[in-house]
C-alpha cells in the first residue's frame, strides 16, 4: 500500500513538471511539437521583436526626414521642374552621354519655366537643376523599398500583432500615394497659364498637400516607433495630468498647422513680401492683407496674408509651448517626460530666432532650408512629450 501510493506521488510530480516544461515553452515550438502535419505557427511578437520593429520605424522616420529637407532645398533652388516626366523605373537612370542630355533639356525647353525664366540657361545650369530634382525622387524611392520590403520579411516572421498589421499596411500605402501625390503637384508647374504673368511654380495647394502628407507619415512613423521602444510610465492619473495630456495635444497641432503654413510660404514666395520683424513694413497689420476678392482668397493665396498667418501661428506656438513647459513645472513628471518638455521649449525659441534671421537676411537657401528642418525637429520633440504622457494600457 505504502509503494502503490509513492508510485502515485511520482507520477503526480511528474506530470506537474511536464506541464510547467511546456507552459514555459515559446508558443510557436508547442504548436509545432503538437502536431507535425501542420506548419510551425508563426513566432509571436514579444519585448524583443517589438524593439526590432520600432528601431526599424524610427529608421523609416528618420528617411522621410530626409526626404522633406532634400525637398525643401529642391523648392528653393527651383530645381523642381527640371524633370518633366514621370517613370518609376525608367527615370532610375539620369542620362549618361551628351546626346542623352541635350534630349532631357530638350523636353525641359518646351515647358514655361524655361520660356519664362530660364531661356538663358546653359546645359551645366541645367544638369544642377536636373540632379536636384533627380536625387529626390530617387530618395523617395528609397523611402518607398525601407517601408515595403521590412513590412514583407516582418510579417512572414510574425513580428506584428493584428492591430500593427493594419499600421504597417497604412503606412506603406500613404508612401505610394505620397509619390502620386508628388507627381501631381508638379504637373502643375508644368501646365500652360496663358492668362497669367506669374512666375511658374507649382500650386501651392499641392505642395502645402504634398508637404503635409510627407509629415503625417512621418508622425505615424516616430508615434508608433517610440510607443514600441518607450513603455509608458506609471504616473498617477491626476486631474492635473489629464489637463496637461490635452493641452500637450493641441500644442502638437498648432505646431503641426505651423509647419504646414510654411508650405504656403514656400508656394508663394511669401517669404520675400515684408523683410521686417515685428512690424510688416512699417505697419503691424499691413495695408494688402485683404486686397484678393472673395476675402477667404487671401487666406491660401495672398502672400501678404500668408506671411502674416505663418508669422501669427509661429507665435502661438511659441507662446502654447512655454505654457506648456511653466504648466509642467509644477507637477511631479518622469524624468524623460520633463527632459522632453524642456527640449521642446529651447527648440521652439530657437526656431522661432532661426524663422526671423531668415525673413531679414532675404530667405538666403541655406538658412531657409535649416529653419524647415527646425520645423520637423520641433514637431519630433512635440511627439515624444506625446509619447511620453501617454497613459498606461490597461
Not at 102 to 108: D, G, L, R, T, W
Not at 152 to 172: A, D, E, N, P
Not at 269 to 284: Q, T
Amino acid at each position: 500500500m505504502l509503494m502503490l501510493s509513492m508510485k502515485r506521488s511520482d507520477t503526480a510530480l511528474q506530470a506537474i513538471t511536464l506541464a510547467t516544461y511546456f507552459t514555459d515553452l515559446p508558443l510557436s515550438r508547442c504548436n509545432s511539437a503538437g502536431s507535425s502535419s501542420t506548419p510551425a505557427a508563426a513566432t509571436v511578437p514579444n519585448v524583443a521583436s517589438n524593439r526590432i520593429v520600432g528601431r526599424w520605424l524610427l529608421g523609416c522616420s528618420g528617411l522621410v526626414v530626409g526626404a522633406i529637407v532634400l525637398g525643401g532645398v529642391t523648392r528653393l533652388t527651383e530645381s523642381g521642374l527640371s524633370m518633366v516626366d514621370w517613370h518609376l523605373v525608367r527615370e532610375m537612370r539620369p542620362p549618361q552621354s551628351q546626346a542623352e542630355w541635350e534630349a532631357e533639356f530638350s523636353k525641359y525647353q518646351q515647358f514655361p519655366e524655361f520660356k519664362i525664366m530660364n531661356h538663358d540657361m546653359t546645359l551645366p545650369e541645367f544638369k544642377f537643376i536636373f540632379y536636384m530634382e533627380w536625387g529626390h525622387r530617387m530618395w523617395g524611392r528609397l523611402v518607398g523599398l525601407a517601408y515595403i520590403l521590412p513590412t514583407i520579411y516582418f510579417w512572414r516572421k510574425g513580428y506584428f500583432t493584428r492591430s500593427m498589421k493594419g499600421k504597417v499596411l497604412g503606412l506603406c500605402g500613404f508612401v505610394f500615394f505620397q509619390g502620386l501625390l508628388g507627381w501631381y503637384m508638379v504637373k502643375s508647374g508644368l501646365e500652360e497659364k496663358p492668362e497669367s504673368h506669374d512666375i511658374p511654380r507649382v500650386s501651392q495647394y499641392r505642395l502645402s498637400a504634398h508637404l503635409g502628407s510627407a509629415l503625417l507619415l512621418y508622425c505615424a512613423s516616430l508615434w508608433t516607433g517610440l510607443t514600441l521602444l518607450l513603455p509608458a510610465q506609471k504616473v498617477a492619473e491626476t486631474k492635473r495630468l489629464m489637463q496637461l495630456r490635452r493641452f500637450a495635444k493641441g500644442t502638437g497641432g498648432l505646431v503641426f498647422l505651423t509647419a504646414l503654413s510654411g508650405a504656403f510660404v514656400a508656394g508663394l514666395d511669401a517669404g520675400l513680401v515684408y523683410n521686417s520683424f515685428p512690424k510688416m513694413g512699417d505697419r503691424w497689420i499691413p495695408d494688402d492683407l485683404l486686397a484678393f476678392s472673395p476675402s477667404l482668397k487671401n487666406i491660401f493665396e495672398n502672400p501678404t496674408t500668408v506671411q502674416f498667418d505663418h508669422r501669427i501661428l509661429a507665435i502661438s506656438s511659441l507662446t502654447a509651448i512655454t505654457g506648456l513647459y511653466l504648466f509642467s513645472r509644477r507637477m511631479v513628471l518622469p524624468r524623460r517626460a520633463k527632459i522632453a518638455i524642456s527640449l521642446l521649449t529651447a527648440m521652439a525659441y530657437g526656431q522661432v530666432a532661426l524663422g526671423i534671421s531668415t525673413l531679414l537676411l532675404y530667405v538666403p537657401t541655406p538658412l531657409a532650408a535649416t529653419h524647415q528642418s527646425g520645423s520637423v525637429a520641433l514637431l519630433s520633440l512635440a511627439i515624444w512629450v506625446l509619447a511620453e504622457l501617454r497613459k498606461m494600457p490597461k
